[in-house]
């Protein structure tokens, strides 16, 4: 029997979740999906880009990751609502929810996608556009928001599907119907990006169809390793299969934009400190441990530089990431004002490892790893801002950097209901 | 007019069935009225995005005329809210 995979995708997933929050919890009449409407970050804030976009707005060329003023020039008249990551969380987990009463075998792959084996069930549900079609309007009438649902026999050609025609349609894209694919321009290929298509069209490959059909070796001597995946891709060729367990974390990262330029070493290791505080909490909350410290920096002039180094033993101590990412940064950092900072940890050790103790460590290891679990279980009781270090106190940084901000959380609204 | 958040006074019997049995709402001078409903003509378990309600269509006797009303209970903060039309 071949496999049957699904591949389900809200269209325009953040635009939409907040379209049907406004229509039937606040109460609004107006249907964000059908003005020209995004959701955007806060330009004050320097976080100003397009995250998702109405269908009236793509006609005006309005594209996700645009900046604001970008998006405004093309359509004044462009509604921008705040982000509401509460509400996405809070979508995000019913619509896995609807997935999961289809199939046991469901891998969310995004927070607004998902694959779902639904080998075998032909019995239960009938053909797999049938099925598709049932999931479809079962998300649409119960959660209020439209997807699309990609069939195949394989992951990649079933997210290929979902791609072809939105919004609220089912499509097949089965190996015997895979010029439907090579149609399409090679950019439009899961795991091609710009640079990529760049380099592929300079070598004259401008379709899915073409770069299938290309020698695997031309490829190979271009692209190194990734150029056998995109040739796989091409061709429909994907062997993964459909895993309902995420992988466990391969590394632990923040980073964020600073509302301002940051021109002196003090005020970016305040920041460095509070993102190593998110990234240690995180690394702790998974019992994991780091081995790779790794600092990265975005200047004004959108220059990225970063610099790694690795621990003497592993660790997930604040303290401790915090003074390694200030070492790299040290010897990183060549005075550029400073836009944005990052500190990511790799080589991650699972479970109770025995901690190699250094002799001149002068037993601090064992007071801040205590202090680092008290201070966790107080943050988990009574909230993140419950305890935090002093040099934070009425600072223009928030003491625990990166991820989602509490502001971009719950959306403020003048009137009405406002949080879930 | 946005849906509103109002005050409920409401019934949660053995089987964890809830029956709204009077609500206040505010008339044309702004001066709070309680009403008390007389009738619940039906109700719907709703989740749209993700969240989830109980919507009750129900009746009310405002000024000697029967008028139906929508409220919804939000199941996760324990609000009651009027619907607009």
């Given at each position: 029997m071949d496999n049957l995979i699904f591949h389900i995708d809200v269209n325009s997933a953040f635009l939409s979740w907040e379209a049907v929050y406004r229509l039937h919890i606040r109460g609004e009449k107006t249907d964000l999906r059908d003005i020209p409407s995004a959701v955007g970050g806060d330009i004050k804030k320097r976080?100003?880009?397009?995250l998702a976009r109405s269908t009236p707005a793509k006609k005006y060329g309005v594209r996700t990751g645009d900046t604001i003023n970008d998006a405004l020039k093309l359509c004044p008249n462009l509604v921008l609502v705040d982000p509401h990551y509460d509400l996405y969380e809070s979508c995000s987990e019913a619509f896995m929810e609807i997935l999961r009463e289809f199939s046991p075998c469901v891998e969310p792959y995004s927070v607004d996608e998902a694959f779902c084996d639904m080998t075998g069930t032909v019995g239960l549900y009938g053909s797999a556009v049938v099925a598709a079609t049932f999931m479809k309007d079962k998300i649409y009438n119960e959660l209020g928001f439209t997807v699309n649902v990609g069939i195949s026999t394989n992951k990649i050609l079933a997210k290929m599907a979902s791609d072809?025609?939105?919004?609220n349609l089912v499509h097949t894209l089965f190996p015997d119907e895979i010029e439907k694919m090579w149609?399409?321009?090679?950019?439009?290929?899961?795991?091609?990006g710009p640079a990529t298509r760049r380099k592929l069209h300079a070598l004259g490959i401008h379709t899915i169809g073409e770069l299938a059909n290309t020698d695997l070796d031309i490829l190979r001597s271009h692209f190194k390793k990734h150029g056998e995946v995109i040739y796989s891709f091409a061709n429909g060729i994907d062997v993964s299969v459909v895993e309902e367990e995420a992988p466990p974390n391969k590394g632990y990262g923040n980073s964020t934009t600073i509302p301002f330029d940051v021109d002196d070493g003090s005020t970016a290791k305040m920041v460095l400190l509070s993102l190593a505080e998110k990234v240690c909490t995180r690394l702790r909350t998974d019992a994991a441990m780091a081995t790779v410290v790794a600092v990265s920096i975005v200047d004004t002039y959108f220059r990225h530089a970063s610099h790694q180094m690795q621990l003497f033993s592993p660790s997930n101590i604040t303290n401790e990431i915090y003074r390694a990412a200030s070492r790299l940064f040290d010897e990183l950092w060549d005075g550029s004002p400073i836009r944005q900072l990052g500190v990511h940890t790799s080589k991650i050790i699972r479970g109770d490892s025995s901690k190699q103790i250094n002799i001149f460590d002068m037993n601090r290891y064992e007071k801040l790893s205590k202090l680092d679990v008290a201070v966790d279980t107080i943050r988990e009781r009574y909230g993140e801002d419950s305890v935090k270090r002093?040099?934070?106190?009425?600072?223009?940084?928030?003491?625990m950097s990166g991820g989602i901000s509490p502001e971009k959380r719950k959306a403020k609204y003048r009137e009405g209901i406002g949080n879930l | 007019m946005l849906h509103m958040p109002v005050d409920v006074i409401a019934t949660f019997n053995v089987q964890g069935k809830i029956k709204p049995n009077f609500i206040r709402l505010e008339d044309e001078y702004h001066v709070l009225q309680t009403y008390k409903?007389?009738?619940?003509i039906f109700s719907r378990e709703e989740k749209y995005a993700g969240i989830p309600v109980i919507l009750f269509c129900c009746s009310i006797m405002r000024d000697g005329c029967m008028q139906v009303i929508q409220i919804k209970y939000h199941v996760r903060t324990h609000q009651w809210v009027l619907v607009s039309d």
């Open positions: 976080h100003g880009i397009i072809l025609k939105k919004p149609r399409l321009p090679v950019g439009d290929l899961f795991f091609v002093a040099i934070f106190l009425d600072g223009p940084i928030y003491h | 409903i007389e009738n619940i």
